[in-house]
């Protein structure tokens, strides 16, 4: 299974979010049963998404680390669970400008899990290992794990983004490390992740998929982007 999950991080208004899906179901692109397509658009879009294209694979972009209660402003994961599948947690964005910690991501890891919502556990080339540090090994063994080097995430730059993805030998070198040393079963990369570079991602068989940001806000790029990862899949397990 490879996996492609677009993040449409703060962005969009549900007029713009209709015109979006409007314009993906006009193709209704075919996706091959080995690729799993996920779109964590943002709060206020996903009974939005589900009530138009239920057949859409859902994830939220951030869960609140407690469960119900007095938490003002916060969205807890059995608020989700009805919702989505997939959340995106400890993404650096969210490190970086609202001072994540290690224990505040595994506590919302937590609080997925026991609702049934598979986490997405972002992390980076110089810091996985604090990081991952207070997720047992049950935890990322049902997580799915995303390799992210900052410096790598596309900037809000026009219609599809300007940022320039990590080289592919470093994107394997740093997964082989993390599969080896957590034994997590599922390592994806995010960053920078376009139609025209998808494919030197998902061909790799030790990469299990891309988390594109915001390339996955393009109607047109997403579906170039599903229709590259469906030639690819079906490519490399051609057999000879």
Sequence with gaps: MKYL????????????????????????????????VVLCPSFIHLTLFRDQMSELTLGCQDLSPYGDGAYTGQVTARMMRSLVEYTILGHSERRRYFQET?????????????????????????????????????????????????????????????????PIDEVKEAIVKIKK??????????????????????????????LPGSASLNAAEWLKMIRMANQTIIKTTETP
């Design 5 to 36: 999950i677009g993040n449409w991080k703060a962005n969009k208004t549900l007029k713009e979010a209709r015109s979006w899906i409007e314009e993906v179901k006009k193709e209704k692109p075919t996706i091959d049963k080995r690729l799993k």
């Design 102 to 166: 290690e224990i505040k991501v595994a506590q919302k890891a937590v609080q997925a899990l026991d609702n049934g919502i598979t986490p997405i556990i972002a992390v980076d080339a110089d810091n996985w290992r604090r990081q991952l540090n207070a997720l047992d090994e049950g935890m990322i063994n049902k997580s799915i794990l995303m390799y992210e080097p900052p410096e790598a995430i596309s900037k809000q730059i026009g219609p599809i983004g300007k940022g320039e993805p990590a």
């Design 181 to 210: 040393e957590t034994e997590a079963p599922t390592v994806i990369y995010g960053g920078s992740v376009k139609s025209h570079n998808i494919a030197i991602f998902l061909e790799e068989p030790l990469i299990d998929g891309v």
